[in-house]
């Protein structure tokens, strides 16, 4: 299925391609006073859907997927440009759910060209991946706020998420998962995940930062096999926290929360526990390309705690300051 969302006057036919399975296209534009999307256009199983806002600069797309959830050898492709002075706000309803691997290929990791993509381990069939390029033109802001990674049982996921920012673009972008679904039993129970996210402003790398996950296939066949000490489980070495996050802020229009951030970290007193805490963090500050210092460019804050609502009550106090830039209404729907 095909979706679109733009004035009468931007697309013409001839300008309307095909849209490869698993593919979609989002830019955002601001025409006088309002956010308007020029395309918004997305095919099965990747849904993308705006809602209506009181605010007139702000646009909002919700990532989402057909059945709830991706499955492996499901593949998606998505092109995201906000054009000069447009704010964008990005989430997910409900957390992106990743389901168990499954033999045969599906629709959805078929090439318009019939040909497939070459991707990491484990093998293409089993594999589910996600690829979103974003581009921020000049003064625009994107907040990439999604609902976490639900990895199900056995299931490989595979996200690459690149970000061309302007200089003087804002951006903050979430990125977190949970261990899965602990009342099935499933507590860090997957065989795979991995997730970049690259960050390049101007033509220089700003940040990247890499997560895999991986189970160890021999401790799982040959636990207490290995000697006096066999190797720990995934589930093992992440204990006591069943979710982890990562936030990567920049730009004029987040400074604020990272001053924010900043001062509540240079306050923490440490000091020795007879128990882990419910939640942890840690601040970072990054600098620009070739310059020297930090200050006032942008950080990474990093969150884990033993209950994803915990997490999320965290973040959705930690990034209050979002609401100045896109209002009250508009935020409240990141962590409803």
């Known amino acids: 299925m095909v979706s679109r969302d733009s004035p009468p006057s931007t697309l013409s ?13 989002i830019t955002l534009a601001v025409h006088g006073a309002r956010a308007v999307f020029e395309e918004l256009s997305s095919a099965y199983p990747l849904k993308l859907l705006s809602p209506q806002v009181y605010e007139r600069d702000v646009a909002i797309v919700y990532l989402l997927s057909y059945g709830g959830g ?19 706000l990005v989430l997910s309803q409900g957390s992106t759910k990743v389901f168990k691997t499954r033999p045969g290929q599906r629709l959805a990791s078929i090439r318009a060209n019939g040909a497939y993509t070459a991707l990491p381990t484990p093998t293409d069939d089993s594999l589910t991946t996600q690829t979103i390029r974003y581009t921020l033109l000049s003064k625009s802001s994107l907040f990439l706020l ?8 056995s299931a490989s996921y595979n996200q690459i998420q690149t970000f061309n920012l302007a200089p003087d673009s804002s951006v903050v972008i979430l990125d977190w998962l949970t261990s899965g679904r602990k009342a099935l039993d499933e507590d860090w129970a997957f065989t795979r995940y991995y997730s970049e996210n690259e960050v390049i402003i ?12 991986e189970a ?12 006096p000490l066999p190797r720990r489980t995934l589930g093992e070495r992440l204990a006591p926290y069943s979710c982890y996050a990562m936030v990567l802020l920049y ?13 509540r970290f240079e306050a923490i007193t440490v000091f020795k526990r007879g128990m ?13 390309p070739g310059a020297e210092g930090c200050e006032g460019t942008g950080a990474v804050v990093r969150v884990a705690g033993k209950e994803t609502e915990l997490v999320k009550g965290w973040l959705k106090e930690g990034l209050k300051g979002i609401e100045e830039v896109m209002g009250a209404d508009v935020y409240r729907r990141a962590f409803a």
Do not use: H, Y
């Open 70 to 88: 991706l499955v492996a050898g499901d593949r998606v492709e998505l092109d995201v440009k906000l054009k000069e002075g447009s704010k964008l």
């Open 276 to 288: 882990p805490e419910d939640v942890i963090w840690s601040f970072s500050p990054i600098g620009l």
């Open 202 to 213: 101007g033509d220089k790398r700003w940040a990247k930062d890499a997560m895999l996950l």
């Open 251 to 263: 730009g004029q229009q987040v400074q604020k929360i990272i001053e924010k951030f900043r001062a």
């Open 146 to 153: 999604p609902d976490p990674v639900t990895c199900f049982r």
């Open 216 to 227: 160890d296939r021999e401790t799982a066949q040959n636990v207490g096999r290995l000697g």
């Open 13 to 25: 036919t001839s300008d309307i391609t095909k849209i490869p399975a698993g593919g979609g296209s």
